[in-house]
């Protein structure tokens, strides 16, 4: 089934004391392009969720956004300078019974003392960051997926009317064609007839002539190919797999075809609907730019 090149997920939970937001949105691409926004420390991250999507995405620009926000306490140690905090109650005992003080020292007295403390960042364990953000981003990644088929249906059913009204409109072509062959004769007979006044018309000649137009003007061979377009189009439209470039190189050909049709046709009413056709196969090519 059609998937569309634009769509939008997102996802956030708390893991392993971390809060977790992934965002993943896209927009339509020739080719596939990937940016991520991740927190400086966290820039590892980076190329493996680019990996991480490339199974997933073949087409489009994408951009991720990481956002990790630790809970407090959790990415940070406090270390005491056990030395110092010694040298310090020493000092201050020593002063205490050189001057006849009371003696009242405590732990909250220490907590005065901030150099004796030394706030350390966690090390971080890299993979088990990556396990946390990649469970996120793959809840995220469900919804954009869906998302772009949810789109990718719409656009389904838009392109398949249009190709069914095109059949139809080329069964027309089909059905008029022979006319205007048979018309050019009758006209190309009564013409003669009028030059050659009361002279016998040579019906060889007419023949012939009415053999050479219908040759010039016959689109039987593009009809036949714009049928097997409009075949492999619906094939390509049910398939499971990336299917946007194809699409595109058929609806080329196919605006290839109708264009012969009408430099061919000799015919107001075939060239009517030829351009009917462009204007089908012009609507149709814009819905495939957002393929995937």
Known sequence: MLKSMTGFGRMQEVINNREILVEIKAVNHRYYEFNSRVPRAYGYLDEKLKGFLKGSVSRGKVEVSVSIFN?????AEIEINRSMASGYVAALRSVSDELDLKDDLSLSSLLRLQDIFTVVKTADDEE?????????????????IAMRQAEGEKMYEDISSRLDYIEKQVGKIEERSPKVTELYREKL??????IVADRNVDDARVLTEAALFSEKTAVDEETVRLRSHISQYRSLLLSEEPVGRKLDFLT?????????????????EITKIVVELKSEIEKIREQ????E
Not at 71 to 75: A, K, V, W
Not at 255 to 268: A, C, F, M, W
Not at 288 to 291: A, D, E, L, M, V
Request: proline letters at 0%.
């Open 189 to 194: 007979y009564t013409k003669i007839k009028e």
């Open 252 to 268: 080329q050909e196919m605006n290839r075809e109708v264009n012969t049709i009408g430099s061919k046709g000799q015919d107001l």
């Open 71 to 75: 809970q407090e306490g959790t990415d």
């Open 128 to 144: 088990a960051i990556w396990q946390d953000v990649k469970c996120v981003a793959s809840k995220a990644l469900d919804k954009f």
């Open 288 to 291: 495939i730019q957002n393929i």
